[in-house]
Nanobody
Framework: QVQLVESGGGLVQAGGSLRLSCAAS????????LGWYRQAPGKQRELVAT???????TYANSVKGRFTISRDNANNTIYLQMNSLKPDDTAVYYC???????????WGQGTQVTVSS
C-alpha cells in the first residue's frame, strides 16, 4: 500500500500560520479522496478537509476560510495551509483516505500542531 507521512507541525502563536505536508510513497492519484484529519486529546477525531482527483475540496465548518487543502501530483504530496490559527486547532494532524481509514495500519504518526494564546 501507499505510505503517507505527515510533517510540518510545530508550536505557533494564535494568529500564526503553518503548512503541513503529506508525502506519499506512491501516486496520490490512486486515491479517489485524500483528507486531513485531526485529533485533540479527549476529543473525537475530526475530518478537517478533503480533496478529490478533480481538485474539489471540502472543509469542516470550524476551519472554513482559514485552511486550504491542495495537492501536487508530480511530487505525490498533499498540503494543508493553516492560517489564522487558534488554540482550538491544537491537535495531532493526520492524512489518510476515507477509503482506508477503517484499517488501523493506514494511520501514520501524524504531526503535532500546538497553538498558544
Amino acid at each position: 500500500q501507499v505510505q503517507l507521512v505527515e510533517s510540518g507541525g510545530g508550536l505557533v502563536q494564535a494568529g500564526g500560520s503553518l503548512r503541513l505536508s503529506c508525502a506519499a510513497s506512491g501516486s496520490i492519484l490512486s486515491f479517489d479522496f485524500l483528507g486531513w484529519y485531526r485529533q485533540a486529546p479527549g476529543k473525537q477525531r475530526e475530518l478537517v478537509a478533503t480533496i478529490n482527483r478533480g481538485g474539489k475540496t471540502t472543509y469542516a465548518n470550524s476551519v472554513k476560510g482559514r485552511f486550504t487543502i491542495s495537492r501536487d501530483n508530480a511530487n505525490n504530496t498533499i498540503y494543508l495551509q493553516m492560517n489564522s490559527l487558534k488554540p482550538d486547532d491544537t491537535a495531532v494532524y493526520y492524512c489518510n483516505s476515507p477509503r482506508d481509514a477503517v484499517y488501523l495500519d493506514s494511520w501514520g504518526q501524524g504531526t503535532q500542531v500546538t497553538v498558544s494564546s
